[in-house]
């Protein structure tokens, strides 16, 4: 039994959360994954895991054991880290994660600039819309967006975004442009979503739900910004989804005075060990391009 391949992959099992989709996560056979667990747990002579019909639990000692086996595995990646010269110079795979939206349009291009400076180094980029563990996952650097967690992780705060809630000058010419938050009931809205429609705005210190009629539904960020455009209602975009379109008067921002206050965005990584270049460098790289980008979807 080769007992650091059973140990990333009871590794897999419990971040996956379940003997298949350890196995989906680890690209192998389900009974391969589930016929290396066994043999562990016959090496070791005792329980790691509790199946159940719906996923697995630790035992004491599968916690026990999954805990050292982390550690064995991050110090031997940095071991490899050391070995193959990743603290000399950068190289090898960096893996960045991003949300969907923001990531696409603002992270993606910063990435592709570093990749062309820095040739020794392979990208892997992950987006998604919700928040990656980065220990577990093996990832690098993320950019998060609104508040953070508390956790053991490094963070550059690299700007700020907003939600804003717009509408095109054709459709504010045939409707009127709302001075206030009650008066959207009287307006068309566009909803982003599948829930029953609700906005809320600090008015006089206090937040306050008020929404327009919902004439559109949309279940995309881009879907609801073409709706927008196309003068179907009022919507809600983030600034960074939109900055083009505020700054050739496309959308026009109505009821700014009554928005909630900005959220910020940051590039994240892990606290372990020394730090390799490839990380170092992508922070140096990224963290002053963001922040221009940053400031321009913000510059209305």
């Keep these: 039994m080769d007992r650091l391949d059973a140990m990333r992959v009871i590794l897999a099992v419990v971040d996956a959360g379940s003997l298949s ?21 016959r090496f070791l002579g005792t329980n790691l895991l509790v199946r159940t019909s719906r996923n697995i639990q630790l035992t004491d000692a599968g916690r026990d054991y999954v805990e050292a086996a982390r550690r064995i595995i991050a110090d031997l990646d940095e071991t490899e880290r050391r070995a193959s010269g990743e603290y000399q110079t950068p190289r090898g795979e960096l893996t960045v994660t991003m949300p969907v939206e923001f990531g696409a349009r603002h ?55 907003r939600l804003l ?13 709302p001075a206030h938050p009650q008066e959207l009931p009287d307006h068309d809205g566009i909803l982003f979503g599948t829930h029953p429609m ?9 937040e306050v739900v008020a929404a327009p009629r919902t004439r559109v539904f949309v279940n995309t960020a881009a879907s609801n910004l073409a709706a927008a455009l196309s003068g179907a209602g009022i919507a809600r975009l983030f600034d960074y989804q939109l900055a083009d379109e505020i700054r050739s008067g496309a959308l026009v921002p109505i009821l700014p005075e009554y928005g909630g206050p900005p959220r910020p965005v940051h590039i994240v990584y892990p606290r372990q060990g020394l730090l390799p270049l490839k990380v170092r460098a992508f922070v140096d790289w990224a963290v002053p391009q963001l922040r221009a980008a940053c400031s321009g979807f913000n510059d209305r």
């Design 21 to 41: 989709a350890g196995s989906r996560k680890l690209n192998a056979p389900l009974p391969s994954v589930s016929r290396k667990v066994a043999e562990l747990e």
């Design 107 to 161: 992270v993606l291009p910063i990435a592709l600039g570093f990749m062309e400076e820095y040739p020794e180094v392979t990208l892997r980029l992950v987006t998604a819309d919700r928040i990656i563990p980065m220990v577990e996952e093996h990832v690098d650097v993320a950019i998060r967006l609104g508040q953070l967690a508390d956790s053991a992780l490094y963070a550059v705060k690299t700007g700020e975004f």
């Design 165 to 177: 809630t717009c509408a095109s000058p054709k459709y504010l010419e045939r409707r009127g442009t």
């Design 198 to 206: 609700f906005w809320t705005y600090r008015i006089d210190g206090e």
